[in-house]
């Protein structure tokens, strides 16, 4: 009887309905506020794809409560977390393991269940990478502007750096900032490449092109109308920008950088790709990329974003 029971559900999930069961693992997402959150649309998406029996939602965790839910969660025997805004370096006390990339930028954002307890990893900059490359963009020998300074900021440098960047032109108002991240990233990687600078310095950048990468939460919506920059000439010296912003899919920079005939980015694919690394870690898979495109038509019917060239 217990033979039939599981050939059948087996075979309702390779229909593709959803099916919970005694066996059903659950993942989820923990942050505050989190009822904004995409993430779900992502790992329910993929698990109905992949015919796993497996669910994923939203827990509204509140600042200072991290702990004590890591600590539920590992009990109820979930599967694994992602770890949302403002808990990704509350949430590293309260972890048996953490992996050197998550250690260094100093944030996790996915746990994955061990025998010990949950370890941390950061799958943020390895999303973005792989968000790059779907797109045909490298950072191998590039020369890269990076404007901002703040935690996603931060973590892109760590990227750069650890990608083999030439040079990394970090654009700040508070150049203080960037001195005390170029110092941390040559310290942690031995890479000497962040070249500081304030914001208000970029018309002496070098007249030559570059990627540049948008990490400040300037032109997100509802102010869609800003930039960073306004002016026309620091875009004539762009070939590639990546925003890592998503709402709106044409911000203002990326805007501006067609303007000046340069290719532009949103980062709706960092957010899809961070989310696929952490299902192949909790599932110890690896997801195709005609799965991974798939997922991102989804992800963009949900969100309401179209790619405009």
């Known amino acids: 009887m217990r033979r039939k029971k599981?050939?059948?559900?087996?075979k309702v999930r390779k229909?593709?309905?959803?099916?919970?069961?005694?066996?059903t693992r659950v993942c989820g997402v923990i942050g505050s506020p989190v009822e904004h959150?995409?993430?779900?649309?992502?790992?329910n998406a993929l698990a109905k794809k992949l015919s796993h029996n497996l669910v994923y939602v939203p827990f509204h965790v509140k600042t200072g409560e991290v702990a004590e839910a890591v600590k539920g969660a590992y009990?109820?025997?979930?599967?694994g977390l992602n770890v949302t805004v403002p808990h990704k370096k509350e949430v590293m006390e309260a972890l048996a393991g953490i992996d050197p990339l998550a250690e260094k930028i100093g944030a996790v954002n996915t746990l994955v269940r061990t025998a010990e307890g949950f370890k941390g990893y950061n799958t943020d900059m390895p999303g973005l990478y792989r968000a790059m490359c779907s797109e045909g963009i490298r950072l191998e020998g590039e020369e890269v502007i990076l404007l901002g300074a703040?935690?996603?900021?931060?973590a892109v440098a760590f990227l750069c750096a650890e990608k083999g960047v030439s040079k990394v032109y970090m654009l700040n108002r508070s150049v203080?900032?960037?001195?005390?991240?170029?110092?941390?990233?040559?310290?942690?990687?031995g890479k000497e490449c962040i070249c500081p600078m304030a914001l208000s310095d970029y018309p002496g950048l070098p007249d030559k092109k570059y990627l540049a990468i948008q990490a400040t939460s300037v032109g997100l919506f509802p102010d869609t109308d800003k930039a960073v920059i306004e002016d026309e000439a620091f875009y004539r010296k762009i070939h590639t920008g990546y925003d890592l912003i998503?709402?709106?899919?044409?911000?203002?920079?990326?805007?501006?950088?067609?303007?000046?005939?340069?290719?532009a980015y949103h980062g709706l694919k960092m957010l899809l790709y961070q989310g696929i690394i952490a299902y192949e870690l909790w599932n110890g898979i690896s997801v195709s990329e005609d799965l991974a495109e798939e997922v991102y038509e989804i992800l963009k019917e949900k969100t309401g974003i179209r790619d405009e060239g």
Do not use: C, W
Request: proline share 3%.
């Open 6 to 10: 599981a050939r059948a559900a087996k």
């Open 15 to 23: 229909r593709g309905k959803a099916m919970i069961d005694g066996h």
């Open 37 to 43: 959150t995409m993430s779900p649309a992502i790992h």
């Open 75 to 79: 009990a109820l025997n979930v599967l």
């Open 150 to 154: 703040g935690g996603a900021a931060r």
């Open 176 to 189: 203080e900032k960037v001195r005390a991240i170029a110092r941390e990233v040559e310290e942690k990687t």
């Open 246 to 263: 998503y709402k709106p899919s044409n911000t203002r920079f990326m805007q501006m950088v067609r303007a000046q005939k340069g290719e």
